[in-house]
């Protein structure tokens, strides 16, 4: 079964760095699938982050991809979102997921999420 | 980038009735690129619809969905209270990944 843990810490300074890890077990990062970060501001909607395929294809939001970078760790099977020069508006819970297959499409699994204060 | 709009915004219905949820897409794109995910509240999306109309695993056959072009559906038959939640769809247009900004269906 594949799982998934989202890791960080849940108070971010505004202008700072928001860096977090997502925890595989029951799959490698090395495997055919992307794997991707989703976020949901409080009371808000679903916001795709971006998606990363350990064979160098990562894909990022329009909105967002100045200010973002993901990255695959195959020796740790983690995989890890860092932000840029957040704000209050990047308040939010951040999940990862994996997705269903070799494109970026549907996402199968997902973390429990973490909630992400920028303050 | 391709934007998805909801409708309606809140269904409010009884047990035993059925929910219908569009999802209209600001231009085509291909109908196996179209998912749908539940999220209950304090919990995570589950994958419920993928390739428009196929269920992911585990998913009753009370959900379906159907749609081609820019226009999908998604149809909660028989509604249990369980079904209180939710619910996105979410295209793929090769690049980019959008979720629509949600229904939420409220079982009375």
């Known amino acids: 079964q594949v799982r998934l843990q989202e890791s960080g810490p849940g108070l971010v300074k505004p202008s700072e760095t928001l860096s977090l890890t997502c925890i595989v077990s029951g799959d490698s990062v090395r495997s055919d699938y992307f794997w991707g970060w989703v976020r949901q501001p409080p009371g808000q909607g679903l916001q795709w982050i971006g998606s990363?395929?350990?064979?160098?294809?990562?894909y990022y939001s329009p909105s967002l991809k100045t200010r973002v970078s993901l990255s695959l760790d195959a020796s740790e099977n983690t995989f890890s979102l860092q932000m840029t020069s957040v704000t209050a508006a990047d308040t939010a819970v951040y999940y990862c997921g994996r997705h269903a297959d070799s494109g970026p499409s549907r996402i199968s699994y997902w973390g429990q999420g973490i909630l992400v204060t920028v303050s | 980038e391709i934007v998805l709009t909801q409708s309606p915004g809140t269904l409010s219905l009884s047990p035993g009735d059925t929910a219908t949820v569009s999802c209209w897409a600001s231009q085509s794109f291909p109908s196996n690129f179209l998912s749908w995910y539940q999220q209950k509240s304090g919990q995570a999306p589950r994958l419920l619809i993928y390739g428009t109309s196929k269920r992911a695993a585990g998913i009753p056959d009370r959900f379906s969905g159907s749609g081609l072009g820019a226009d999908f559906t998604l149809t909660i038959s028989r509604l249990e209270p369980e079904d209180s939640a939710v619910y996105y769809c979410?295209?793929?247009?090769?690049?980019?990944?959008?979720f629509g900004g949600g229904t939420k269906v409220e079982i009375k």
């Open positions: 990363a395929y350990h064979g160098g294809n990562t």
């Open positions: 979410q295209q793929y247009d090769g690049s980019v990944l959008t």
